[in-house]
Every structure is written in structure tokens, then in C-alpha cells.
């Protein structure tokens, strides 16, 4: 499995697939972090932007090849390990860019709460909102799985599935994403770094099951 991941992370990396995602998580945070801010107000708003990112990232990983070389790897390793190859590969490469935002929101942030008197130590704040963005990130793992091949295979529906979904995941209360935000907002309001492992642990098991909804289809790639 890590020789596959490695392959589609030289495949994605070459290709060049991955700059747009990039580019969009760059300009929101661009557009919604401002420097001096409330550390957890930013936080919140960089673990929101790593969502579509993640979604977004999980296509590259799918289309990463050729058909033909796509052929040649499930006939070498299967079509549910080439799969979970795809999605581990679109997990890393958000991971990374989800902790990069982070890192720069930490770095240009006001350590204090919406009060600007309380003071927020930075390593708690690192701490939760590292957790916020991992739960967003595999939320938008767990989307890119389902609005993607095999599951849904025209880009028609996919791509605009997809763009409703994550606004809905960011603004629904039931969500985790809206959860794991909404806790890092309201602990700025409160002088708290509160984590969200509740949200968390219902991202992580809701990409689980998303994936292994997708390896387990026998619908063709």
C-alpha cells in the first residue's frame, strides 16, 4: 500500500493537479484571515478553508493516471488497494496544506481571545486547531469519496455536488466540520482553546466508511 501511495503522489506531483487546489485554500485564507486576529477566530476560518480543499484534492487523486496505467495498476494490485491508494494519497496532500495554513495563521495571529485581553497560549491553540483542520480535512475526504468515481462518475453532477456539499458540511449544525469550527469560535469567545474530538472522531469514522464504500463497489472506475 505505501508503494502505491508513493506512485500517486509522483503521478499527482508531476502533473501539476494539485496547484489549484492549492491556489483555492490560498485564496481563502487570503480573503478570510487577516493578521492580528483573534488566533482561534483564524483557526476556525483555516480549518474551514481546508474542506473543498480536501474534496477537491481527493478528484486529482482519482484521476491521477491514465486509464490505461490505471488498467495495469489494478491488475497488479486490485481495484479496491488502488482505490484506498486514491484517497490516502488526497488525505496526505491535504494534511500537508491544511498544516501549512495553520502554521501561518499561528505565526501572523493575535495569541488572545475575541476580547483581545485574554491571552491564548499558543501550543493549546496549535493543538485545537490542528484538530479542527484534520476533522475538516477528512470531512472533505469523506466527500471527495462520495461525489467522486465509482461512485458518481460525471463530472456534470460530481463537481456540483461536491461545491453544495462542502457549503452545507461548513454551515449545517449537524456537522463536524461546522462543529469542530463553531467550537473554535466560541472558545475564542470564551478565552478557551477547547479541541474538538467529538468532531474529530465522527470525521475520521465517516471517511472510513465512505472509503470503504468505495473499494467495496464493483462499479468500473
Excluded at 499527482?12 to 493578521?35: I, K, Q, Y
Excluded at 481495484?79 to 484506498?84: I, S
Excluded at 452545507?168 to 467550537?183: H, K
Excluded at 468532531?199 to 473499494?215: G, W
Amino acid at each position: 500500500m505505501l508503494a502505491l501511495v508513493r506512485y500517486r503522489l509522483a503521478l499527482v506531483s508531476r502533473s501539476h493537479r494539485w496547484l489549484p487546489p492549492l491556489l483555492l485554500h490560498a485564496m481563502l485564507l487570503f480573503v478570510g484571515v487577516r493578521a492580528d486576529e483573534p488566533v482561534l477566530d483564524s483557526l476556525g476560518l483555516a480549518a474551514a478553508a481546508a474542506l473543498p480543499t480536501a474534496a477537491w484534492l481527493v478528484r486529482v487523486g482519482v484521476a491521477a493516471e491514465p486509464p490505461a496505467a490505471r488498467a495495469c495498476a489494478v491488475a497488479a494490485a486490485g481495484r479496491a488497494r488502488v482505490r484506498l491508494a486514491a484517497v490516502l494519497t488526497a488525505l496526505v496532500l491535504s494534511s500537508v496544506i491544511g498544516v501549512a495554513g495553520t502554521v501561518v495563521v499561528l505565526l501572523i495571529s493575535d495569541a488572545h481571545g475575541a476580547d483581545r485581553r485574554t491571552p491564548i497560549p499558543l501550543a493549546a491553540a496549535a493543538a485545537a486547531g490542528a484538530a479542527a483542520m484534520l476533522t475538516c480535512v477528512l470531512l472533505g475526504t469523506a466527500l471527495g469519496v462520495l461525489c467522486n468515481r465509482p461512485l458518481l462518475r460525471s463530472p456534470a453532477w460530481s463537481i456540483p455536488v461536491t461545491a453544495c456539499a462542502a457549503i452545507a458540511l461548513l454551515v449545517g449544525g449537524a456537522s463536524p466540520a461546522n462543529a469542530a469550527v463553531s467550537t473554535l469560535i466560541d472558545g475564542s469567545q470564551r478565552g478557551a482553546a477547547d479541541r474538538p474530538l467529538l468532531p474529530l472522531i465522527a470525521a475520521a469514522l465517516l471517511t472510513a466508511a465512505a472509503t470503504a464504500l468505495s473499494c467495496a463497489t464493483r462499479r468500473p472506475d
